[in-house]
């Protein structure tokens, strides 16, 4: 009785979509666009490009003084509710509620455990790895935070690394995107951000509610896209600068931007299998051997200690660190980790939907540890080679590597490879690692921008997984081309001014995924006795089917 029940309740469900969402579509000229949450969205970059273009210095004042209001008021909501995130992660994974499993009892897994993991990292950390690996554990062991501050400056300062690229980020992902994952394939709403809030709010979310969320959803999205792919471009050209002394300056960057979206569009017209897959397990591959030669040339023993040492550093005051909340020096904490856990959360939306496209056929047990642990571990282990080779040189160089970061930041990574202490064909490594780090600052950009057009694309269409390949293709477009105005408007100050505003989102995200953590244990509460109802009914016919055979 209870099964049919449901089965109405979805068929029920499906019809109200069909006729309060997906019929208010516009479908031509090649697309299938929910026009308010697509027009919405197009009149607020247009606006916010305009504002920049005739008064970039007060756009960029406004935004980072709202950023900065929001940083040092609200420091609190961040630091509590990103470790709240964590404890609800740890809460699916090892309740009863981890047995789950995403898509129903029957679903499997799409992709291979390499093509997940390679996915997950190209998406959530790629290109921001690259960009700060070397530039901040130097910093923090120039200027020792105010976490961690009672060890080793340098095993401090990788452990405040760890701590800001871990598992706060990573908790944020995996609790959005498992919430994404399970009210798209267990309950089958769209995925888009409106659905995870259909518990609470019921049909509204199908309506100007949802479109309004979605909408937000679009914009952190497209802008968190562009101030990254614009910081991308601009380590992108310092590495050709290097290599073949290419001018750094916009217009090459805008060039670079153009370049890259079309092989980004070639990728999207691949598909996700060809596209973003490929991809992300090629930029896995270079990764290693990237990681790997560095870790061999650099001090591979000092590494090996470092990593050791600041992981145990990580771990012994990881609840010490995730609670401190600064009373009276603010500027550290709301510069850096505040910074990040703000950029973490209204950067979640674009990462937890993909991780969900990516993540059907998985329990909640194994989605959850492995996005938890899995992406960590490999990212503490790039910033120990990357960040403890920096720290090393800088030692004996007498701080010669970090009076250029400083000044520089996106030359930080080929800056270190200049300085490597290499004894044979020192010329033709040093460009063969400058060639390899290039290579995959631009895989990574590639593949952000896929995945991006991906997301965007899901959300605009309102959640649909097929819609047409030129609307992906509109998206991809859209995200270069807003990249290239805004290093064109003002350079890095335009791109600052956006990292602000985006910033500024984070605040309603975080109250927004701590109401979603509430619907979500709720409603997983509630399929987890239907899964183990269906299981226990299997097992029940397999143990019959058996004795039948004897």
């Not at 089917?545 to 004897?550: E, I």
Request: charged share 15%.
């Amino acid at each position: 009785m209870k099964d049919r029940d449901y089965q109405k309740e979805q068929e029920e469900l499906q019809k109200k979509l069909e006729e309060n969402l997906y019929n208010r579509n516009f479908r031509g000229f090649g697309m299938d666009l929910n026009p308010v949450v697509s027009i919405a969205s197009g009149a607020f970059i247009l606006v916010f490009s305009l504002f920049a273009l005739l008064n970039l210095e007060y756009a960029n004042l406004l935004f980072e003084r709202t950023k900065n209001a929001i940083i040092t008021n609200f420091d609190w909501v961040f630091i509590l509710s990103s470790n709240f995130f964590i404890i609800v992660c740890l809460y699916f994974a090892f309740s009863k509620l981890g047995n789950v499993r995403i898509g129903g009892v029957d679903s499997e897994a799409e992709f291979s455990n390499f093509a997940w993991y390679s996915m997950l990292i190209s998406a959530g950390m790629g290109i921001g790895l690259m960009f700060w690996a070397v530039g901040e554990p130097l910093y923090h062991s120039q200027f020792l935070p105010p976490i961690y501050d009672n060890v080793d400056s340098v095993h401090g300062a990788m452990a405040t690394t760890f701590f800001h690229w871990g598992l706060h980020p990573w908790g944020i992902y995996a609790l959005i995107s498992l919430a994404l994952a399970f009210f798209a394939y267990n309950r089958k709403l769209p995925l888009s951000l409106r659905s995870v809030f259909y518990p609470l709010l019921g049909d509204k979310v199908f309506g100007i509610i949802g479109d309004i969320i979605d909408t937000l959803a679009v914009l952190s999205c497209l802008f968190g896209l562009a101030t990254s792919l614009g910081l991308g471009v601009q380590q992108i050209n310092s590495g050709l600068n290097y290599l073949i002394g290419i001018t750094i300056s916009v217009p090459i960057q805008v060039v670079l931007i153009a370049i890259i979206t079309g092989l980004a569009v070639i990728s999207v017209v691949s598909g996700l299998d060809k596209g973003v897959k490929f991809l992300s397990e090629l930029n896995i591959k270079i990764a290693f051997v990237f990681m790997l030669a560095v870790f061999l040339i650099g001090p591979s023993a000092y590494i090996l200690r470092l990593f050791s040492n600041s992981l145990g550093t990580y771990l012994n005051g990881f609840i010490q660190s995730s609670f401190f909340i600064a009373i009276n020096e603010k500027t550290w904490q709301g510069s850096w980790s505040v910074f990040y856990l703000a950029w973490w959360i209204s950067w979640s939306p674009f990462v937890g939907m993909f991780i969900a496209r990516i993540s059907k056929g998985r329990t909640i047990r194994e989605f959850v540890l492995a996005v938890l642990i899995v992406p960590s571990l490999l990212s503490f282990m790039w910033l120990t080679v990357f960040g403890g080779t920096a720290i090393h040189i800088n030692t004996i160089s007498d701080g010669q590597l970090f009076n250029v970061v400083d000044n520089n930041l996106p030359v930080a990574l080929f800056e270190m490879i200049s300085l490597l202490n290499i004894p044979l064909l020192a010329g033709l490594l040093r460009v063969i690692l400058s060639l390899l780090g290039t290579l995959l600052v631009i895989s990574f950009f590639i593949t952000s921008s896929d995945s991006g057009s991906l997301v965007v694309d899901n959300i605009t269409s309102g959640g649909k997984l097929d819609s047409p390949v030129p609307q992906r293709v509109f998206w991809a477009c859209m995200e270069g081309l807003v990249a290239a105005v805004l290093l064109v408007i003002g350079g890095e100050k335009a791109l600052s001014a956006l990292q602000a505003a985006v910033i500024s989102t984070g605040l309603p995200f975080a109250i927004i995924l701590t109401i979603m953590s509430i619907s979500l244990i709720k409603s997983v509460k509630r399929s987890h006795k239907r899964q183990k109802k269906i299981r226990d009914i299997n097992h029940f016919r397999t143990i019959m089917n058996v004795l039948k055979k004897k």
